[in-house]
């Protein structure tokens, strides 16, 4: 069973501090999406990784898959209180199927 | 993307009663699922639902609790049945295209079981 593991589970931090988030797994994925739910709305998709090392910057947001497509990150530098939330990392496996496994989520305030 | 609208975006239902919530897309999609948020939680897959077919069901939830319709490729219902408190969630549509590794969320309806 493929399961995606995201630390830390919550982040309380000041507006202008720096975090990263982590969503590790053993298994391999053939891609993996980072999302972002306010209270009251559905998660909404900020970015889809699917090379092994790739990069992606989204404003203050800096996205990362390992090289191994087993592990990815999401680093917000300056963080604002409108980056409060609830982040969400999910991703299909390798093995051609359609099905997309997600993480438990890390629920982070930004306080001002 | 895909817009994904669903009604109602909330209702408060009473225990033994039923309740259906409709998906509805702006564009043809491929694959069609519904997730259940429970408070606090991530998302639980509940089932793909299949174009002209019977939904395929994830572990623990079966078709008599909830059915599922999908009568065209932009079109899908999910019925909660029989509701207890332990069925408040919330309970989200989601699509993707064959081709895409992309996943788009409707809005979610927000359902309490008194």
């Known amino acids: 069973t493929q399961l995606l593991e995201q630390s830390p589970q919550f982040l309380s931090i000041q507006e202008g501090e720096n975090l990263t988030v982590y969503c590790n797994s053993s298994?391999?994925?053939?891609?993996l999406q980072w999302y972002r739910q306010e209270p009251g709305e559905g998660p909404v998709l900020l970015v889809t990784?699917?090379?092994?090392?790739e990069v992606k910057k989204l404003k203050r947001l800096t996205f990362q898959f390992g090289d191994a497509r087993k592990d990815s990150s999401l680093h917000i530098t300056a963080a604002q209180p409108g980056d409060t939330g609830l982040y969400l990392c999910a991703g299909r496996g390798d093995t051609g199927g359609f099905k997309t496994i997600f993480g438990a989520g890390t629920r982070l305030f930004v306080k001002a | 993307s895909a817009v994904i609208s669903q009604k109602p975006s909330r209702d408060i239902c009473q225990r033994g009663t039923s309740l259906t919530i409709q998906c509805q897309v702006d564009s043809q999609v491929t694959m069609m699922f519904w997730y259940r948020q429970q408070p606090g939680q991530s998302l639980t897959l509940i089932a793909t639902?299949?174009?002209?077919?019977?939904?395929?069901?994830e572990s623990g939830f079966v078709i008599d609790k909830f059915p599922i319709s999908r009568p065209n490729l932009t079109f899908s219902t999910l019925t909660v049945s029989n509701m207890s408190p332990e069925d408040s969630s919330i309970y989200l549509c989601s699509v993707t295209g064959v081709d895409s590794y992309e996943q788009y969320f409707g809005p979610g309806t927000r359902l309490t079981v008194t």
């Open positions: 990784v699917v090379t092994g090392g």
């Open positions: 639902a299949n174009q002209g077919s019977e939904a395929t069901y």
């Open positions: 298994s391999v994925f053939s891609s």
